[in-house]
Nanobody, 121 residues
Framework: QVQLVQSGGGLVHTGGSLSLSCVAS????????WGWYRQNPGKERELVAS???????HYADSVKGRFTISRDDDKSTVTLQMSSLNPEDTAVYYC???????????????WGQGTQVTVSK
């Protein structure tokens, strides 16, 4: 059974940095694309970053230049490094095991437990 366990997150002031990690088990990590989503109450879950098996990185416009996604296939870990954070980045962040169709990421059924990121003014 696939399990995704997240760590990191928390409270930071505007302009600060945080890192999120997601360790996967129960699947062949290197075969999949991995994504980070975020969600606020009453809003749809938003894909902020993804990384297909080839290691290329893809970002939502809202985080481009500030967030960095990376993967370590040997450690079955995907990481999201976030910098220059602002209050609009406040959300619950989720990692996801997904696929890549050559042009875009698509989510599969496995999600991390969610991690709160709060950016104060």
């Amino acid at each position: 059974q696939v399990q995704l366990v997240q760590s990191g997150g928390g409270l930071v002031h505007t302009g600060g940095s945080l890192s999120l990690s997601c360790v996967a088990s129960g699947s062949i990590f290197s075969l999949y694309a991995w994504g980070w989503y975020r969600q606020n109450p009453g809003k749809e879950r938003e894909l902020v970053a993804s990384i297909p098996p080839d290691g290329s990185t893809h970002y939502a416009d809202s985080v481009k230049g500030r967030f960095t996604i990376s993967r370590d296939d040997d450690k079955s870990t995907v990481t999201l490094q976030m910098s220059s954070l602002n209050p609009e980045d406040t959300a619950v962040y989720y990692c996801n095991q997904g696929g890549w169709d050559g042009a875009s990421y698509y989510a599969l059924d496995y999600w991390g437990q969610g991690t709160q990121v709060t950016v104060s003014k």
